[in-house]
């Protein structure tokens, strides 16, 4: 399979972009990492959706056919209130 890379643009509930690199034989789990990691979110709180269909971790971007500039949306659920 092809080492091919391709920019994503994922666009969050506030309608905030970030731009990311990814390899399209690559699962979606490292770009969801990264993601989760730069926005400070817990990775469990983040709904990464494609043309409303949820990505699997699991996923590549080869698999959706995706291409340059194709949009991701991050739902981020609310944190649960820590009870002491």
Not at 55 to 61: C, H, I, Q
Request: net charge negative; aromatic share 4%; glycine share 6%.
């Amino acid at each position: 399979m092809s080492e091919t890379q391709i920019q994503l643009r994922i666009r969050d509930t506030e309608g905030n972009e970030d731009l990311i690199r990814v390899t399209t034989s690559d699962p979606f789990q490292g770009m969801m990492t990264r993601y989760a990691e730069q926005t400070g979110q817990p990775h469990e709180n983040i709904t990464f959706t494609y043309g409303g269909t949820r990505l699997m971790s699991t996923s590549t971007a080869h698999e959706l056919n995706m291409t340059d500039n194709d949009l991701i949306v991050a739902e981020t659920a609310p944190s649960e209130p820590q009870h002491p």
